[in-house]
Nanobody
Framework: VQLQASGGGLVQAGGSLRLSCAAS????????VGWFRQAPGKEREFVAA????????YYADSVKGRFTISTDNAKNTVALQMNSLRPEDTAVYYC??????????????????WGQGTQVTVSS
């Protein structure tokens, strides 16, 4: 499956952005999908994930209550709605996917497929 992330941009602190991860080649319905981010000089870190059946969502503590991950099966996309953005949210955001259940949704090693990344910049 090929993944395409989009929706990044420049926003002021407190603003919102909606990222989208589109899949081609396969449907998302049987995949666990996650969002990760990487700031300059830092490790890529987990942001959010949605289970393969859409029944469960998971969030990093740093984004809980501000970000929402969701699936649009009709469009074969997974969205990450980001509200109340902070300068520390600035990073390149990547979507990732793996068939079925993922052993540890927070660990990027368990995701076989990755998108190219989209830049999110939050100004103070």
């Amino acid at each position: 499956v090929q993944l395409q992330a989009s929706g990044g941009g420049l926003v002021q602190a407190g603003g919102s952005l909606r990222l989208s991860c589109a899949a081609s080649g396969r449907t998302f319905r049987s995949y666990t999908v996650g969002w990760f981010r990487q700031a300059p000089g830092k490790e890529r870190e987990f942001v959010a994930a949605i289970s393969w059946n859409g029944g469960s969502t998971y969030y990093a503590d740093s984004v809980k209550g501000r970000f929402t991950i969701s699936t649009d099966n009709a469009k074969n996309t997974v969205a990450l709605q980001m509200n109340s953005l902070r300068p520390e949210d600035t990073a390149v955001y990547y979507c990732a996917a793996d068939p079925g259940a993922v052993r540890d949704y927070r660990d990027r090693a368990y995701y076989a497929y990755w998108g190219q990344g989209t830049q999110v910049t939050v100004s103070s």
